[in-house]
């Protein structure tokens, strides 16, 4: 029943900035870690930063400090500010839900980001 929806990537140039949204039906993040993965061509789907029910957050070491993840609860909305992009940022960005306890797994759909090199 609850559906995430990504948007916000698009094409940037080297050094560049994006703001990826992720919309939630629901608002799960009481109940939930929410989390956002890329995958690039050829390569292994990969964790980029995740955010707990009590704000706790965790980055990947080659996004940190370059990129922040955050949520509005009143807009049930997962964000999460790029900056000082790379072409090796290049992949499609996915929102995830989880919960190991009752559990569950959510997935959006992506949305592309392209870094020009």
């Known amino acids: 029943q609850v559906q995430l929806v990504e948007s916000g990537g698009g094409l940037v140039q080297d050094g560049g900035s994006l703001r990826l949204s992720c919309v939630t039906s629901?608002?799960?993040?009481?109940?939930?870690?929410m989390g956002w993965y890329r995958q690039a061509p050829g390569k292994q789907r990969e964790l980029v930063a995740t955010?707990?029910?009590?704000?706790?957050?965790n980055y990947a070491d080659s996004v940190k400090g370059r990129f922040s993840i955050s949520i509005d609860n009143a807009k049930n909305t997962l964000y999460l500010q790029m900056d000082s992009l790379k072409p090796e940022d290049t992949a499609v960005y996915y929102c995830?839900?989880?919960?190991?306890?009752?559990?569950?797994?959510?997935w959006g759909q992506g949305t592309q980001v392209t870094v020009a090199s």
């Open positions: 995830n839900a989880q919960n190991i306890g009752v559990p569950f797994n959510l």
């Open positions: 629901r608002n799960i993040f009481s109940i939930g870690t």
């Open positions: 955010i707990t029910s009590l704000g706790r957050t």
